[in-house]
């Protein structure tokens, strides 16, 4: 059974740092490029980064270095960390994976997790 598991997320002034984590089960983890979408309230889901197997990285252009994608293929798990946080980040963070790279479609992505809540407000 397939699984991703966010975690990471919360209520955050602006400015503030987050590390969000993707723990991964079910499939095998090191064959896939692990990606982090956002949606938030109202708007449609939006890539956000993608980090390979190799662990070669893209980004949307909107990150501005704010984000950093990674991986531990031994732990089985992608990690976001994000730092300025910005009212306008807002949103459900999920991460994704896919067979393919790179690919920045919702469509594109195989397995999805559940969404961690991420709020930025003073």
């Known amino acids: 059974q397939v699984q991703l598991v966010e975690s990471g997320g919360g209520l955050v002034q602006p400015g503030a740092f987050l590390r969000l984590s993707c723990e991964a089960s079910g499939f095998t983890f090191s064959s896939y490029a692990m990606a982090w979408f956002r949606q938030a309230p109202g708007k449609e889901r939006e890539f956000v980064a993608a980090?390979?197997?190799?662990?070669?990285?893209y980004y949307a252009s909107f990150v501005k270095d704010r984000f950093t994608v990674s991986r531990d293929n031994a732990k089985n798990t992608a990690y976001l960390q994000m730092v300025n946080l910005q009212p306008e980040d807002t949103a459900v963070y999920y991460c994704?994976?896919?067979?393919?790279?790179?690919?920045?479609?919702?469509?594109?992505?195989?397995?999805w997790g559940q969404g961690t809540q991420v709020t930025v407000s003073s």
């Open positions: 994704a994976a896919t067979r393919n790279w790179v690919r920045q479609r919702v469509d594109d992505y195989n397995y």
């Open positions: 980090v390979r197997w190799t662990s070669s990285t």
